[in-house]
């Protein structure tokens, strides 16, 4: 009977830490570095969810001190989103963060990568959270990240092409570029004029002439040789700060 009891026991014990891992490996947020206390984890929790429900993708953010193997935080990033995050029916997406080397990575999958691009979309991205990582403010950053996401895959679902924030048109920007070149064009132009003020029109052209400047009656021309030299253009291995390959797409740096 003891026996008996001993193992359902452990039975039961093991069942608990079966459950106890699948949480973990399905929470959308490890904050193994600190960085947010409880209430900020939940919130962005709930709006990573909200996310993940309203576009069918799935979202990681997690946090270290150390990226661990002294392998390199794009692979490490990809890893991650391969074991716990492979899952989104439209995508999925990771942001990691190693905060004694002060670096930053997005990893994406291949469905991910056809919304939220490389290029555009991961510097577009950037610039939404890098600020705020850098003065500390943690969880405005990983909320400005969650945000970008949305904002990210609404376009793409709406107009069927990845969002690029340098598509965008800024009024404002437009009418104060257009105020400043007409006030530089003015303050030119009347420099110019004033510059212009003490001068006179000749009566002979001669006078235009530096006497003894110029010889028109004897021209000499010598032409020796032409050198040329042509190197082949060594071509470019792409960033360093990217660990992407065929099956992931991303990018990062320091914050």
Not at 96 to 117: C, E, F, H, P, Q
Not at 201 to 209: F, Q
Request: charged share 20%; glycine share 10%; proline share 2%.
């Amino acid at each position: 009977m003891k026996k008996i009891l001993r193992i359902l026991q452990g039975a039961c014990l093991a069942f608990l830490l079966i459950c106890q891992t699948a949480a973990l490996a399905a929470a959308p947020v490890v904050d193994q570095a600190k960085l947010l206390n409880s209430s900020q984890r939940e919130a962005l929790t709930a709006k990573i969810q909200q996310v993940e429900a309203a576009h069918k993708i799935k979202i990681g953010i997690c946090t270290m001190q150390d990226v661990p193997g002294g392998i390199s935080i794009g692979k490490y990033a990809n890893n991650i989103l391969d074991k716990n995050f492979a899952n989104g029916e439209n995508g999925s997406i990771v942001l990691v963060l190693a905060m004694g080397s002060r670096d930053w990575y997005i990893s994406t999958d291949n469905k991910m990568r056809m919304r939220i691009t490389d290029e555009a979309g991961i510097h577009g991205l950037k610039n939404l959270f890098l600020d705020d990582l850098s003065n500390g403010d943690y969880s405005d950053g990983f909320n400005h990240f969650v945000d970008g996401i949305d904002r990210y895959l609404s376009y793409y679902e709406k107009e069927g092409v990845p969002y690029d924030p340098g598509d965008e048109f800024d009024i404002w920007a437009a009418i104060i570029a257009a105020a400043v070149a007409a006030a530089s064009g003015f303050f030119f132009a009347y420099y110019l004029i004033c510059g212009m003020s003490n001068v006179t029109p000749a009566v002979e052209a001669s006078a235009y002439l530096k006497k003894d400047s110029v010889d028109i009656f004897q021209r000499q021309d010598r032409y020796l040789y032409t050198t040329v030299t042509r190197r082949q253009k060594s071509k470019s291995s792409g960033s360093s700060s990217s660990s992407s390959d065929s099956s992931h797409g991303g990018g990062g740096g320091k914050f």
